[in-house]
């Protein structure tokens, strides 16, 4: 009898536990899903990147094998246009950014692109071959002025539409796996194995480095809209700091404690509200003052990862993801 009791104890426990997984990953769900699920996408390759002209719906997007996509009625439908590469689609165009009609397009192995006409023509900037790294990344600042970075954390400056580039810092950081700018210029960029990152502040000579503060490895970090620091980590770990310090974490976020996939990019639509995406169509979704984490539902079945989330205003968004995945922000419809 008492091993039939020790037994039945021992699937008691099971039981238990079961349940406390399940209910951990009983995250409420959204009330509608304000996401569209564009199907007329002329591509099955990653897209990575979008941006659009100082005309609203005008825009360009961005992904592997030379992938170069254009809008003109704001994101609902997309035409591919052909770039005259040598390199041919070998190219991964990996960001895109327009200050008004100028625009600028980075990618690897080491291109730079540059118009001045809202993309009718683009034309190529030849970079030194003792460039530190691939292009990584490129952000319009002005007339004639932009900033790029590196895979190894070179950042360079033009104000003279890419004919001369200002190195600003001393020293590269080493290969990451993500680099990315707050709107007043500092960046954060995590190594490539995820066990540490680093910061640079405009004025800094070199990258300032930080050991991670969790024992997981991250994934991806970025910059909330008030200046502060937000990280991912595996295991579908976020976490925020307090204040602007780059160290002053407050404690782990897990808003599906059982998921398995990862959280990989996140997205705010204004300073109260974000998204968090992430693989197998995982979408989430917090309102800081409610202090709620909900889970988009609707879009578990899209076949595909999410890997970034980006919002040109309040009611304009796009989430990108692999096998020509493009999900579009459509507020005032539930689009299914």
């Given at each position: 009898m008492s091993r039939l009791l020790k037994l039945f104890k021992q699937i008691a426990l099971l039981v238990a536990i079961a349940l406390f997984t399940f209910g951990c990953s009983d995250v409420p769900s959204t009330e509608s899903n304000p996401w569209q699920v564009l199907s007329n996408i002329p591509t099955e390759e990653s897209l990575l990147d979008i941006g659009f002209t100082g005309n609203p719906d005008h825009g360009w997007m961005v992904g592997n094998k030379a992938t170069l996509l254009e809008t003109y009625d704001g994101g609902d439908t997309w035409e591919a246009k052909e770039l005259q590469l040598e390199e041919g689609d070998k190219v991964d165009l990996l960001s895109v950014s327009f200050y008004g009609e100028e625009g600028w397009i980075v990618g690897e192995p080491s291109i730079l692109l540059h118009t001045n006409d809202g993309g009718k023509d683009w034309s190529r900037i030849a970079l030194s071959k003792k460039l530190p790294g691939e292009p990584y990344s490129i952000t319009a600042l002005g007339e004639n002025t932009a900033e790029m970075t590196t895979d190894v954390g070179a950042i360079y400056k033009t104000t003279d539409g890419g004919k001369n580039w200002e190195a600003l810092v001393e020293e590269a950081v080493g290969v990451s796996r993500n680099i990315s700018r707050s709107?007043?210029?500092?960046?954060?960029?995590?190594?490539?194995?995820?066990?540490?990152?680093?910061?640079?502040?405009?004025?800094d000579k070199a990258w300032q480095p930080h050991e991670r503060n969790t024992s997981r490895r991250v994934q991806n970090m970025g910059f909330t809209p008030d200046g502060r620091v937000w990280l991912l980590a595996r295991g579908g770990q976020i976490q925020f700091t307090e204040s602007e310090d780059f160290e002053s974490w407050l404690e782990p976020e897990y808003p599906e404690f059982s998921a398995s996939w990862g959280l990989l990019d996140i997205g705010y639509r204004n300073e109260d509200e974000l998204w968090v995406a992430g693989g197998g169509g995982n979408l989430l979704c917090r309102s800081q003052s409610e202090g709620i984490w909900k889970k988009d539902r609707a879009v578990e079945e899209v076949p595909g990862n999410f890997y970034e989330v980006k919002f040109m205003n309040p009611e304009k968004g796009f989430i990108l993801g692999d096998r020509g995945t493009v999900l579009k922000y459509k507020p005032s419809a539930d689009a299914a």
């Amino acid at each position: 009898m008492s091993r039939l009791l020790k037994l039945f104890k021992q699937i008691a426990l099971l039981v238990a536990i079961a349940l406390f997984t399940f209910g951990c990953s009983d995250v409420p769900s959204t009330e509608s899903n304000p996401w569209q699920v564009l199907s007329n996408i002329p591509t099955e390759e990653s897209l990575l990147d979008i941006g659009f002209t100082g005309n609203p719906d005008h825009g360009w997007m961005v992904g592997n094998k030379a992938t170069l996509l254009e809008t003109y009625d704001g994101g609902d439908t997309w035409e591919a246009k052909e770039l005259q590469l040598e390199e041919g689609d070998k190219v991964d165009l990996l960001s895109v950014s327009f200050y008004g009609e100028e625009g600028w397009i980075v990618g690897e192995p080491s291109i730079l692109l540059h118009t001045n006409d809202g993309g009718k023509d683009w034309s190529r900037i030849a970079l030194s071959k003792k460039l530190p790294g691939e292009p990584y990344s490129i952000t319009a600042l002005g007339e004639n002025t932009a900033e790029m970075t590196t895979d190894v954390g070179a950042i360079y400056k033009t104000t003279d539409g890419g004919k001369n580039w200002e190195a600003l810092v001393e020293e590269a950081v080493g290969v990451s796996r993500n680099i990315s700018r707050s709107e007043d210029g500092k960046y954060v960029a995590v190594s490539a194995r995820g066990n540490f990152y680093s910061t640079w502040t405009p004025g800094d000579k070199a990258w300032q480095p930080h050991e991670r503060n969790t024992s997981r490895r991250v994934q991806n970090m970025g910059f909330t809209p008030d200046g502060r620091v937000w990280l991912l980590a595996r295991g579908g770990q976020i976490q925020f700091t307090e204040s602007e310090d780059f160290e002053s974490w407050l404690e782990p976020e897990y808003p599906e404690f059982s998921a398995s996939w990862g959280l990989l990019d996140i997205g705010y639509r204004n300073e109260d509200e974000l998204w968090v995406a992430g693989g197998g169509g995982n979408l989430l979704c917090r309102s800081q003052s409610e202090g709620i984490w909900k889970k988009d539902r609707a879009v578990e079945e899209v076949p595909g990862n999410f890997y970034e989330v980006k919002f040109m205003n309040p009611e304009k968004g796009f989430i990108l993801g692999d096998r020509g995945t493009v999900l579009k922000y459509k507020p005032s419809a539930d689009a299914a």
